[in-house]
């Protein structure tokens, strides 16, 4: 579930593990993902070798109890009283991807961009709805569930991935099955706290009541040790900016945790959980597809902004300032002009500074502030391009990006930075799984295994090599 308290509550561990190669099966190509002897759990992300995957069920089934049976709670934490719950009552899934529920839209969202602050450093969440479903068996019951893969941003770097299953109720309410989550710290996995299962680590949690009411409580997680989340519902027709203007019927709620810590949540209609805030961060919806989708193509002057500052980032690597300025020269009236039109609130700032420093940069011939300039303001172009082309064509810009993300890191010898920018790839990769022919996929899989062979050598040579054939891979998908 998104929560700033993934990024925020965990202890960082004094040692980091080492990128490793795993190969799974895809159709007739070879996956590499991280393996699982490289991190502090047997437990890996969804496998994109299967459509679904089963999970075997508990000892003892619980199809005649009525109401869910309940994890023991620590009795120094506050918790509502069992009258107040709503989550109590054990539920059915005739049509469990049918996730409908306004405040909870989870199967209509191709992708969610978040953006704010933590530890005073920029934030970014990016939210997508994976290829591909999970079957989880709980109390006799086998659940279909969409997998929705959360993948955060902490001052650039990859700091929090996880894969969350959802499925609704007959009655309309979402539950939660579990999460499968890593966080990363120099760019690897050092911990795999706050990973549960439904049917195996604890309950199936709701995480959105059919129609919520002031005074409702219910757990949105319920692992205690795991991961838990008590929450009460405080408004239901809260009227809040949107990206694009006001937006009414808003949800807010409390959430309580273990340690007694209490954040506010708000959800809006049509895009789900929309603004968490607690101890001075914050993690907000900055845009949402196809909620917030535009008709029409990419606008010439965003399309300028975009392939404008992929152009800079490869005449900035052959110190072609002639080239670089007359780029320069024709994003920024092109950005002045696209903004005009409306801009999501939370990126306008944003795309608008990443594209001043850019201009700095290119004007002091500073090579390496440019490449990482131009890496930035594109990506704040492919995601105002997610208004007008699909998601999985986004994605595929972002693959782009990151591996170019790689030539940088590698120049400077960042053994850190290629190592999160290998863990980001393999990440968006799943994301892409049917947006490339499987010859494409054939190669993109083997360039990300002799990326991972690479940044475990240390053989920076090896790695921007093996980038830059990601990159064709990408740009010719692109096309």
Known sequence: MLSLRRSTSRPALATVVAIAVLTTACGNQSVPTPSPSAVPS?????SPSAARETVAPPSASASQVAQIEQPPVPSNVPLAPDSARVDLAMPTFSHPMEITNPLFPVSRQESVLFLGTV???PFRTEVTLLPYTRIVVWEGQQVETAVSQYLAYLDGRITEVAFDLYAQADDGSVWYFGEDVADFADGAIVTKEGTWLA???APAAMIMPAAPKVGDVFRTENSPGFAFEEVTVKTVDATVDGPLGRLSGALIMSELHMDGAIEDKTFAPGYGEFLTSGGGDVEALA???PQDAAGGPVPAELATVTTGAMAIFDAASRKDWTAASAEVARMTPAWATYRTGGVPRLVD?????????LTKAVAAHDVVGARQAAIDVARFGFDLELRYRPATEVNLGRFDLMAAQVVLDASASDIAGVNADTFTLVYIRDRILKAVSPADLGRLNTSLLDLQLATVDEDFGAASDAAARLREVASAALR
Do not use: N, Y
Request: net charge negative; hydrophobic share 45%.
């Open 42 to 46: 047997a437990s890996a992300e969804p």
């Open 119 to 121: 530890d005073e450093k």
């Open 199 to 201: 049917g195996k680590d």
């Open 287 to 289: 845009m949402a597809v």
């Open 349 to 357: 700032p944003l795309a608008t500074v990443a594209l001043d420093r």
